[in-house]
């Protein structure tokens, strides 16, 4: 009995010399050492934010991008679809459906035009100066890009209609053959299948 409490008594005399010895030499950290764990955990929450927000951005920047360009298309073909329906005419739909579609393909170009001149000629403007000026210089290049391929268009249709005596007199009276090489070629099918009957 005595024995066990001369053990109990010297397992706590040595963890009390134990901890005085570790509290007399307290451990300082070496100076060459810059690891710190808390900066560590700081800076992989601070880079997983900013990853999140990133995606999270992209993710809806996507989601307005696609909303925008439906809403696009959607009023350039019911626009379309309209002028046919007022017109009475397929072929005037669709013409405005080509010079829609031409005047938004080059607006980007003619942003990128005005911004560029504007870099070349030291030029200062505001971006959205440049994006005004570009946009109006797009959509009217694109109109007349539109009204001069439908005046090509129609000077084709014409030569290669007079080449043709049999469809000549058949497709100057028809009225859907205005500047729409489409059309034209949608009434020579119908031609040929009237033929064939």
């Known amino acids: 009995m005595t024995s ?7 397992c706590c005399l040595g963890f009390a010399i134990s901890a005085l010895g ?6 300082y950290p070496d100076p060459e050492d810059d690891f710190n764990p808390g900066l560590l955990i700081f800076v992989v929450f601070f880079c997983s934010g900013v990853l999140f927000l990133v995606g999270f951005g992209a ?3 996507g989601f307005l991008a696609m909303v925008i360009a439906t809403a696009v298309a959607i009023g350039v073909v019911s626009s379309s679809a309209l002028v046919a329906i007022v017109n009475r005419r397929f072929s005037s ?6 010079y829609q579609i031409t005047a938004l393909a080059v607006l980007p170009c003619g942003v990128g035009a005005v911004w560029l001149g504007a870099k070349l000629l030291n030029i200062n403007l505001a971006s959205p100066h440049v994006i005004a000026t570009g946009s109006i210089t797009g ?3 694109g109109v007349l890009m539109a009204w001069i ?5 129609l000077f084709a249709i014409h030569r290669f209609a007079s080449r043709i005596p049999h469809h000549r007199a058949a497709f100057t009276s028809n009225p859907c053959c205005e500047m729409n090489f489409a059309t034209f070629a949608f009434t020579q099918t119908c031609f040929f299948r009237n033929g064939s009957r």
């Open 22 to 27: 570790g509290a007399e030499t307290p451990a």
């Open 139 to 141: 959509i009217a290049a």
């Open 59 to 61: 993710v809806v920047g």
């Open 93 to 98: 739909g669709f013409r405005a459906l080509r």
């Open 149 to 153: 391929l439908d005046r090509f268009t």
């Open 4 to 10: 066990a409490r001369f053990t109990i008594f010297f």
